[in-house]
């Protein structure tokens, strides 16, 4: 879940909206600016249902904190390898 590694790093809010029938998050941060590190995946980007999403519930799915887990174990390795 690479909207909770930018929200690690850079608070702000998880967006989620159904995006060419597939389930999707990005992030809005402080500024109001948007992130969105997948968001090429879709040829066509026409969000539906927008909401705002607390962590606590994105991370109770177990295969999504599994994700994420891993996804936030690879981040660190890259960000301390010269640590």
Do not use: K
């Amino acid at each position: 879940m690479s909207g909770l590694v930018v929200q690690d790093e850079l608070g702000g809010e998880l967006l989620r909206a159904i995006v060419d029938g597939t389930s999707h998050y990005w992030n809005r941060v402080a500024d109001g600016s948007e992130i969105d590190t997948t968001r090429a995946q879709f040829q066509r980007w026409h969000p539906v249902e927008e909401v705002v999403r607390r962590r606590s519930y994105v991370l109770s799915f177990p295969d999504t904190r599994r994700r994420y887990l891993i996804l936030r174990s690879r981040v660190d390795a890259i960000l301390h390898a010269d640590a």
